[in-house]
């Protein structure tokens, strides 16, 4: 069963590792703990971080994240590396002193609307007490200065993401397409719809913790929890 | 060659804490010496400071831009008129007391090469001894020890104080450079200077022709590893003017290329004109090594 679930994006800056001396984008950064805080506040047994990457698959649950590739000085470490979502979520967890057992699993980010539902179905029946960390980006096309440029479809896009998370609209989550959500380059898709699987009805009481595109990429930050 | 080649990795030595005033500087820690002249005709922009007022309002600026370390001198380096003990005391004394009172924690140095001048300005407050003449005084190294001053050993090639190069040779002057500094540092530490408030200086264009400053630069490395905390004076001089066909007002550029390859190669104290150009400079190195991170970075990272 689900505890709770909390919502955040992945982006590298995430971690003060990398982002210099300044302080960046504090908002995001303390509306994340927030979420995460709320979420090993839940009584579970065990934190499972969900977040997209090139393959489904789990990780080692003691792996950490690797900054390596995105800021050099920063020493890699090794091979068994996670993937920077899951590598986020496992710093979110670490920065919020979170001790207890947790999962690392990848979801593909070509992964089928089903095949992601039956992954959160699967969480969501199972005997542990879960709490899900789900780590997603909306489109980073949102703005002329955005990463992947303009593209006026974006918007609409990260407004129904935001919209069927509010209101809790599991199927219009399911519904988003995949192909739409890679051409805006909104990588959060397969991850909110394994949560999209895995939330037990009635819907959850949700709260936005932040919402906003500072450098042209969506992110939202919520937490879900089940009535 | 293979045995001396041996006995100089040998003599290679790592750099360790400088100490100025207070303050334990670490080798990654880049200073920035600003220039604070009280005389009226030093070479570069001569006069600006020869008001109490407007050397007051410098020595402002450079600390808002920066500057970890002032360097007051009352006597240019070029020959011209005398400027005896009493008028350098004049010149620099009032005014060393003055930004002391200014500026408690300010690492204050003196640019003189008189025991009897530096005997005064360690008393009003300075804490570096300047002595870009190479020792040619020899007292001056006691005054650093009596006040528990910090003193920069330096190369002019022997010339006396306030003279020209002329037709300057050494069969190898970075060879020249390391003997006379090392001696000079040698015989403070003896004195009873600390340590860790020892630098040298190659002095750059001291007692050099501008194939000398080029060559010390290219080979700055070799007194880096000596140990000793490097500085270097690089700020418009002739030798940038000579290799680039610059006029003073010109010299910038390549004033800076020259911080940024001596930073490269181990220098850490650098005396300046310009604060705020040569801060960048050095934070831009810094970070090229990873000493430091970047300011703010979010390009590509959202």
């Known amino acids: ?227 | 060659m293979s045995t001396s080649h041996e006995a100089e990795q040998l003599e290679a030595r790592p750099q360790g804490v400088l100490r100025l005033r207070h303050r334990d500087f670490e080798p990654d820690q880049l200073l920035v010496m600003a220039i604070v002249n009280r005389t009226p005709d030093s070479f570069y922009q001569p006069g600006l400071t020869w008001d109490p007022a407007a050397a007051m309002e410098r020595v402002h600026a450079v600390v808002a831009e920066g500057a970890d370390i002032v360097d007051i001198g009352g006597v240019p380096a070029r020959p011209g008129d005398e400027v005896d003990v009493s008028e350098e005391i004049s010149r620099t004394v009032p005014f060393v007391a003055a930004v002391r009172d200014a500026y408690p924690e300010l690492v204050i140095s003196a640019d003189t090469w008189r025991h009897e001048v530096a005997r005064e300005v360690c008393a009003a407050g300075a804490d570096l001894i300047n002595d870009t003449w190479g020792g040619w005084d020899g007292r001056l190294i006691e005054v650093a020890a009596e006040f528990g001053a910090g003193l920069v050993c330096s190369h002019a090639g022997g010339l006396p104080p306030r003279t020209r190069p002329f037709r300057v040779a050494y069969a190898d002057v970075v060879a020249d450079v390391l003997t006379g500094t090392l001696a000079l540092a040698g015989r403070a530490v003896a004195a009873g200077v600390e340590a860790a408030r020892i630098l040298i200086d190659p002095a750059h264009d001291f007692g050099k022709n501008t194939w000398h400053s080029l060559e010390i630069t290219r080979r700055l490395s070799e007194l880096a590893a000596t140990g000793w905390p490097v500085l270097v004076s690089l700020s418009n001089k002739d030798f940038v003017g000579e290799t680039l066909d610059a006029p003073l007002d010109e010299r910038l550029p390549g004033t800076l290329a020259t911080t940024a390859v001596s930073a490269w190669l181990g220098a850490r104290v650098f005396r300046v004109h310009q604060v705020r150009e040569t801060r960048h400079v050095l934070s831009m190195v810094s970070a090229i090594r990873g000493d430091i991170p970047p300011a703010r970075a979010v390009r590509g990272l959202a």
Do not use: H
């Not at chain 1, 499972?48 to 800021?71: K, N, Q």
């Not at chain 1, 020493?75 to 947790?102: E, F, I, K, V």
């Open chain 1, 1 to 227: 069963m689900i505890t709770g679930a909390a919502l955040c994006p992945s982006p590298p800056l995430l971690s003060p590792q990398v982002t210099g001396r300044r302080p960046v984008l504090p908002e995001l950064r303390a509306a994340c703990a927030e979420a995460v805080r709320r979420l090993v506040a839940e009584e579970s047994e065990v934190v499972e971080v969900i977040g997209p990457a090139a393959a489904t698959g789990a990780w080692d649950a003691a792996s950490r994240l690797d900054l390596s590739a995105f800021a050099p000085p920063n020493a890699s470490r090794g091979a068994g590396s996670p993937p920077l979502a899951l590598g986020l979520g496992a710093m979110l967890l670490d920065q919020a002193g979170y001790a207890g057992p947790r999962r690392l699993v990848a979801i593909g980010q070509d992964e089928p609307a089903g095949a992601c539902a039956r992954r959160g179905a699967e969480v969501a029946d199972g005997n542990a007490r879960t709490a899900l960390l789900v780590m997603g980006d909306g489109s980073a096309r949102r703005g002329l200065k955005a990463p992947g440029y303009l593209d006026p479809r974006a918007e609409g896009f990260d407004a129904e993401v935001e919209r069927a998370v509010r209101a809790w609209d599991s199927g219009a989550l399911l519904r988003l397409d995949p192909v739409l959500a890679r051409d805006l380059m909104a990588a959060g898709r397969p991850a909110w719809q394994v949560l999209a699987g895995a939330m037990p009805a009635p819907a959850p009481a949700c709260e936005v913790l932040y919402r906003d595109d500072p450098f042209g990429v969506a992110y939202l930050v919520a937490y879900l929890r089940p009535r």
